[in-house]
C-alpha cells in the first residue's frame, strides 16, 4: 500500500533484502515486483565495504534490491564480489552488524536519490518552461507578422530566448498574466 501511494506521488520505491532470503519467493513479493515493474540489482556487502568487527575482514553478505529508481540501478550497477580479497563469513556476532547498511552503501543511496531528485526537478523546469514558451510564442505569433516570425526563428537560439525572456517581463509588466501551464 505504502509502495502505491509513493509512486501515485511521483516518488520512486527501493526494496532490499538478502539475497537468499526466502521472502522473494513469496507470492505477496512477487506480486508487487510485478505491479511496481521494478528492476532486480545484486550487490555484495564486501563491494560497499562492510567489514568484521572483529578481524577487520570483509564480509561478503549479498543482498537484492528491488526498485523503480533508475538512479539506485546506476548507483549499484557494479557491486558484486571483485573475487581478489578473504571474507570472514557472515555468521555468530558479525550477523546481527550485517543488518544495518555500511557507510558507502548508505552515502550511496542518499546520492543516488539526490542525483535522482535533481535530474526530476530540472526536467520538471525544464517541462514548464518550454510550455510556458510555447503559449506566449503562440500568443505573440497573432501579433506578429508572418515576416516577423520568419526573422525570429532564423535568428540563434541564444537571441530567440533573450527576446523571448524580455517579451515575458514585458507581458507580465503590463498587467497581462502568462496562461497556466497545462
Same mark, same amino acid.
Given at each position: %500500500? ?15 533484502? /538478502? ?37 577487520? =575482514? ?26 581478489? &580479497? ?28 539526490? %542525483? &535522482?531528485?535533481? +535530474?526530476?526537478?530540472?526536467? !520538471?523546469?525544464? !517541462? *514548464?518552461?518550454?510550455? =510556458?514558451? +510555447? *503559449?506566449?510564442?503562440? =500568443?505573440?505569433?497573432?501579433?506578429? +507578422?508572418?515576416? !516577423? ?6 535568428? /540563434? ?16 509588466? +503590463?498587467?497581462?498574466?502568462? %496562461?497556466?501551464?497545462?
Amino acid at each position: %500500500k505504502v509502495g502505491r501511494e509513493v509512486l501515485a506521488g511521483g516518488g520512486e520505491v527501493v526494496f532490499e533484502w /538478502p539475497k537468499q532470503a526466502t521472502g522473494w519467493k513469496e507470492k505477496l513479493t512477487k506480486r508487487w515486483i510485478a505491479e511496481f515493474k521494478t528492476q532486480t540489482v545484486f550487490l555484495d556487502g564486501c563491494s560497499q565495504d562492510l567489514r568484521s568487527n572483529r578481524k577487520g =575482514e570483509l564480509i561478503k553478505k549479498p543482498w537484492r534490491l528491488e526498485t523503480t529508481c533508475p538512479a539506485i540501478i546506476q548507483a549499484f550497477q557494479n557491486s558484486l564480489c571483485s573475487g581478489d &580479497h578473504v571474507h570472514t563469513p557472515c555468521e555468530g556476532t558479525e550477523t546481527k552488524k550485517t543488518g544495518f547498511y555500511p557507510a558507502k552503501m548508505a552515502k550511496r543511496i542518499v546520492q543516488a536519490f539526490r %542525483k &535522482h531528485d535533481i +535530474t526530476k526537478h530540472v526536467l !520538471e523546469v525544464k !517541462e *514548464n518552461r518550454a510550455r =510556458e514558451e +510555447t *503559449n506566449l510564442m503562440n =500568443e505573440l505569433a497573432g501579433a506578429a +507578422t508572418q515576416e !516577423e516570425i520568419k526573422a525570429f526563428l532564423h535568428l /540563434p537560439k541564444k537571441e530567440q530566448q533573450i527576446l523571448l525572456d524580455a517579451a515575458r517581463k514585458i507581458h507580465i509588466n +503590463t498587467g497581462h498574466k502568462l %496562461k497556466p501551464v497545462q
